[in-house]
């Protein structure tokens, strides 16, 4: 009788251990997608800013000092190497995000949902609506697109998950493996 007790706990215990292996793996896989969500979503917040920087970036000695300096200054300094370095990879991730905001974007007039890309090009790649309030540029984009206030909201957030897929492949799938 009491291995038959035995073998019922172990039963019961590798049950529960199984289930909350399960769990623990369904909340990371949640968590990742939320992560992923929120990079695309900063990337797409911070979209205008990176343009600025690349732009703006003084990557060339003569930029940063005059001539008459320059003779002092090792050509190889490290300063300069690091914005150089810095101003590549914003134009790789610049490049990479309007790659992926054309394709979103020719997906979503093939679909005959053009209104959906223009959420995102209004939220946040429009330079003039840079300083409207959050709840304000919803509104303003709901009256613009003649919807809801939800619609631009549940819009966004699709085309965010979208552009998600877009810009990390397989990563940005919601696989449950």
Not at 26 to 44: F, K, P, S, V, W
């Amino acid at each position: 009788m009491r291995k038959k007790n035995t073998a019922k706990t172990y039963d019961i215990a590798k049950a529960a251990a199984a289930e909350a292996l399960k769990e623990f793996k369904d909340e990371e896989r949640q968590q990742i997608r939320r992560t992923r969500y929120h990079n695309t979503e900063l990337l797409l917040k911070k979209y205008l800013s990176l343009l600025d920087h690349y732009e703006n970036a003084k990557d060339k000695v003569s930029d940063i000092i005059s001539v008459e300096d320059l003779e002092e200054l090792d050509v190889d300094d490290v300063i300069i190497k690091a914005i150089k370095r810095s101003r590549v990879r914003t134009l790789i991730m610049i490049t990479q995000i309007d790659t992926c905001l054309n394709i979103l974007r020719l997906k979503q007039a093939s679909k005959g949902q053009p209104e959906k890309y223009e959420v995102i090009y209004c939220l946040y790649l429009d330079r003039a609506r840079r300083d409207i309030a959050w709840g304000e540029l919803i509104e303003a984009v709901a009256h613009e697109l003649n919807c809801s206030t939800d619609s631009v909201r549940r819009w966004k957030n699709e085309m965010v998950r979208e552009l998600s897929i877009l810009l990390f492949g397989v990563d940005g799938l919601r696989l449950d493996i």
